[in-house]
């Protein structure tokens, strides 16, 4: 992976940005021909202003500055229209291909693995999916496009000028080589300042992000103050990075003004001295038509710096998103096995797992599990229980041993079959800003409204989803804010039911809910678990006791393994926890 350089001219990078305008050639291709005859039709008015002054104005010709009037006025007409086709077209080409590569990203970062997650700022992720995207799309409207237009510009411009008097336009050049010393300068202070500006962008929205994803922590501890003193520093960087930038535009401004009133000077100096002294070489109109070029010639050149930025920083930007396409931490997919019916035999066999290199979490894991059983884990916290269930659908992949469902390993199996028919239902209920319904079918066009209706009356959640204002199309609040815990997990059950799976796997929740809920829930998980295979990571006694099988873990071994009564007479560990979580009231374990 290259290092994030920025570089403008780095053209394997810009090739790969141009990719994206491949689907919108012709589009291209016409803000080309734009720019083009946009460059070229730039220095004929000054032309002509020189040629009405010279030969109608001082010679008092009427008719032919009546008709001159008449040809600038439709010049200016067709310059502003190809202007305005111009910016219209270089927009959309913009906008059309970031649109085209965001989708690709989005869908890239669906895909990879939660380990990549667990080590990437989310406010990090939207940073290159929104405004570094949006840096790309000004490589098109602003960038790329627009440079090749003013160097076309300045080109044509300067042959003009040659053409029109020669010794004139090398003594108004002479100040040329400050300018570009000047611009130079400029854009390479000005280069390290949007550096740091696009830094400090993905630090506040990594920051925004997680306080307000987090504020409910900060309001308890009432943190307020601390949090903001901290935000206000970030905050800080983010101005003054800001204004440094400003700045070096605010001296690099009236620099160019500088240079340019030098050229003037120079004109009216040497043009009013040739005037006089050879009155026919240079004219009033070529003076007054140099005005205009000087005018024309510095602006394109004042703004190159600056529309070179705009490229480097949206090379910046493909850069970093393209880096995010580049991560191949996806979880492997090559396995093809996609029987019709899951029967839900579960079987560990040696299992080593570790989350970052030897750190093992999960030491030699082996048990089985028959279809239709239910085995419940429990263990104090950190055991180990959640990896256990995030290695059986494969968010994690482990280093050592094999874990198999109905005798194929779970990495023959295509990958979205064995999610499919392993539902989970984890320990925090994540809720989408959406309809109750779509929270439920999670967008999948195949389950009806018949089937959720069902699951929710099984689960017994439909009463409650029938009272809120709108019934299953009650739009749930970000995150879920505007159910109670026990309503949110609810809808979770129905989730896993409507997706019919084979094999449930659940992590009760150790939020404590009403005894009306709680009654609820636990004829909602009797109804879940009822003919499929279930792995509970139970904090419920209830649960514990109904399982066919119970496993003890603890700091990432199995320690006990058997039902309710065999583990209880062993007097071992269960019997610890058993004796510890359940008969001292108030003690609950997570
Ligand atoms: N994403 C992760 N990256 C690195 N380490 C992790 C990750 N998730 C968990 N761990 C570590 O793995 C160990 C087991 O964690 P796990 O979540 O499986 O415990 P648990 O038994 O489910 O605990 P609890 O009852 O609190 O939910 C812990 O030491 C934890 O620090
Ligand atoms: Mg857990």
Do not use: C
């Amino acid at each position: 992976m290259s290092k994030i350089t920025g570089d403008a001219l780095n053209v394997g990078l810009l090739k790969r940005v141009f990719q994206y305008v491949k689907p919108y050639r012709s589009i291209f291709i016409w803000s080309v021909i734009l720019t083009i005859l946009l460059a070229l039709i730039a220095p004929v008015r000054p032309f002509l202003i020189k040629y009405t002054l010279d030969n109608y104005i001082l010679k008092g010709q009427h008719s032919g500055l009546v008709m001159m009037t008449l040809l600038m006025l439709f010049l200016l007409v067709v310059q502003s229209v190809i202007q305005y086709s111009h910016t219209l077209l270089t927009n959309t080409l913009g906008q059309s291909a970031i649109r085209d590569l965001r989708i690709n990203v989005f869908n890239h970062i669906t895909k990879l693995r939660l380990q990549y997650f667990d080590k990437t700022p989310i406010g990090q992720l939207i940073t290159r999916t929104v405004s570094d995207l949006e840096t790309i799309s000004d490589i098109f409207s602003e960038g790329l496009i627009v440079i090749i237009g003013d160097i076309l510009q300045v080109i044509a411009i300067i042959a003009v000028m040659f053409y029109a008097d020669w010794e004139l336009t090398v003594v108004v050049l002479l100040p040329m080589p400050l300018l570009i010393m000047a611009t130079s300068v400029f854009q390479k202070s000005i280069k390290s300042a949007f550096q740091e500006i696009r830094t400090e962008v993905s630090n506040l929205n990594t920051y925004l992000q997680e306080h307000i994803t987090g504020i409910s922590i900060i309001q308890y501890f009432a943190r307020e103050d601390q949090e903001f003193r901290k935000f206000k520093k970030i905050n800080a960087r983010y101005r003054d990075a800001n204004i440094r930038s400003n700045w070096y535009y605010s001296i690099f401004f009236p620099v160019v003004e500088i240079i340019s009133a030098m050229s003037l000077g120079l004109l009216v100096w040497y043009g009013s001295r040739s005037i006089l002294s050879k009155p026919l070489d240079v004219t009033p109109g070529t003076i007054a038509e140099f005005i205009l070029y000087i005018g024309m010639l510095f602006r394109p050149i004042r703004e190159l710096a600056d529309k070179f930025n705009t490229l480097q920083m949206g090379m910046v930007g493909a850069e970093r998103v393209f880096k995010v396409l580049d991560t191949k931490e996806l979880t492997t997919n090559s396995g093809t096995y996609q029987p019709e019916k899951m029967a839900g035999n579960i079987s560990f066999d040696k299992v080593w797992f570790a989350y970052n290199d030897e750190n093992y979490v999960l030491k030699d894991l082996t048990f089985e599990v028959k279809a239709g059983q239910t085995v419940a884990m429990v263990g104090a916290t950190g055991a180990g229980k959640s990896s256990t269930i995030n290695i059986l659908n494969r968010f994690y992949a482990i280093q050592k041993g094999e874990i198999k469902v109905d005798g194929v390993s779970i990495d023959d199996y295509e990958l979205s079959y064995l999610r499919n028919n392993i539902a989970t239902v984890l320990q925090d209920v994540f809720l989408f800003s959406d309809t109750i319904f779509n929270n439920i079918t999670l967008n999948n066009p195949k389950i009806t409204m018949d089937e959720v209706v069902d699951a929710a009356q099984k689960v017994g959640a439909h009463d409650f989803i029938e009272r809120l204002p709108g019934g299953y199309q009650y739009n749930v609040m970000e995150r879920g804010a505007t159910l109670s815990a026990g309503q949110a997990q609810l809808i979770s059950f129905i989730r896993a039911l409507v997706y019919n799976p084979s094999i449930l796997v659940l992590d009760e929740a150790t939020s404590s809910v009403d005894t009306e809920t709680e009654m609820l829930i636990q004829t909602a998980i009797d109804k879940l678990m009822k003919g499929r295979t279930s792995i509970v990571i139970a904090h419920r006694l209830s649960t514990i006791q109904k399982a066919d099988q119970i496993i003890v873990l603890d700091k990432g071994e199995i320690k006990e393994i058997g039902n309710h009564q065999e583990l209880l007479k062993l007097d071992g560990y269960y019997k610890k926890l058993y004796d510890l979580q359940f008969h001292s009231v108030g003690i609950v374990a997570n």
